[in-house]
């Protein structure tokens, strides 16, 4: 049995052929999505925030409406860019919108991806600390987020405050009991799942790693995972921990599907360079009638290691389609799967 989720980008643009034309387009129809697919069983509603850019960014409006209208659904970030983040400031966000949800919040988080703009933080006010590069400072702040998770006082209060306090040092507010167990870090290499474990965040793995030994996607994201799993153990958490990793899966069951994706049937992993000249593997997408499907996605070890699935919808194909997507993975799919 696996947790099955959508993950979203949020694009929007000004073209004849997107049913997502504005911001605004975007957010309503990812809110609809959210509640349709709570309807048709999905597990997960789950949104990429990318900054500078035509998609999502501001995530807790979003998941504070969608948990608003919901009632079993886990929504969340896959993922959110530490160092543009205040870590106290979203502390008190992130408990606003679990506590509004009902404790169904599961945030993903990272240093981050390339972004549109060269050391965008920087202009949100965020500078890395004396011999720290980004990276560190994202890191540096996830841990802080962590911290103040916890719900354990650190605020020397005012002796004459508006209000009267209550004893000792004073923590953040809303508090959600609960939450620190819920976030997840988004791991492009070995060494990160394995910091992720030992710091007692779940693991997101994406469609796309650094490409550390030349295997196939799928086995090097699996061997991570198992990498992860190794450390968790090793740290002596005393919960289990969560895997996801996201697929682009299209199961091609009418003539639109197959306008949409049958070019995609046979496509295959792809070696390129992300920032700093940083050496990539991107995973396949699967499309395929259903029984092709099935057998492919059999073969996929890192999906076979994970507990949990985010399926990434093409969102600017609208709502109603999107919908068909994820129903056809449910119905066609994931039982032969035993996925469900």
Do not use: C
């Amino acid at each position: 049995m696996k947790k099955i989720g959508f993950l979203s980008f949020g694009h929007w643009a000004n073209h004849p052929s997107y049913r997502v034309r504005s911001a605004s387009d975007t957010l309503l129809q990812s809110i609809d999505l959210a509640v349709a697919a709570e309807e048709t069983g999905i597990d997960g509603a789950y949104f990429r925030v990318h900054h500078y850019a035509q998609q999502l960014a501001s995530p807790f409006p979003l998941l504070s409406a969608i948990g608003a209208k919901t009632s079993r659904i886990e929504i969340g970030t896959a993922v959110i860019d530490m160092r543009y983040e205040n870590p106290l400031y979203m502390v008190e966000d992130a408990g606003a919108a679990d506590l509004i949800s009902r404790g169904r919040l599961q945030l993903g988080v990272s240093r981050g991806s390339p972004e549109q703009v060269i050391d965008g933080w920087r202009y949100f006010g965020y500078e890395p600390n004396d011999g720290e590069d980004d990276v560190a400072m994202g890191r540096r702040k996830t841990l802080e987020f962590l911290d103040k998770l916890k719900g354990v006082g650190f605020a020397q209060p005012n002796p004459n405050p508006m209000f009267p306090n209550p004893p000792g040092l004073l923590r953040l507010e809303p508090y959600s009991e609960g939450l620190r167990e819920r976030i997840w870090w988004g791991a492009a290499s070995n060494a990160t799942a394995v910091w992720a474990a030992e710091h007692g965040m779940n693991l997101q793995s994406s469609t796309l790693k650094e490409d550390e030994s030349g295997k196939p996607f799928h086995v090097q994201q699996a061997e991570q995972i198992r990498l992860y799993k190794e450390a968790w153990k090793k740290a002596g958490h005393r919960r289990e921990p969560r895997v996801s990793v996201s697929r682009s899966v299209f199961a091609i069951v009418n003539d639109m599907d197959r306008y949409y994706f049958g070019q995609e049937a046979e496509r295959s992993d792809h070696v390129g360079f992300i920032e700093k000249n940083k050496r990539a593997i991107f995973g396949r997408s699967y499309a395929a009638e259903p029984e092709r499907l099935i057998k492919e996605l059999a073969k996929d070890e890192a999906i076979q290691e994970a507990d949990t699935l985010l399926l990434t919808v093409p969102n600017t194909l609208g709502v109603d389609y999107n919908v068909h997507v994820l129903k056809s993975v449910l119905e066609y799919v994931a039982p032969e799967l035993g996925w469900r």
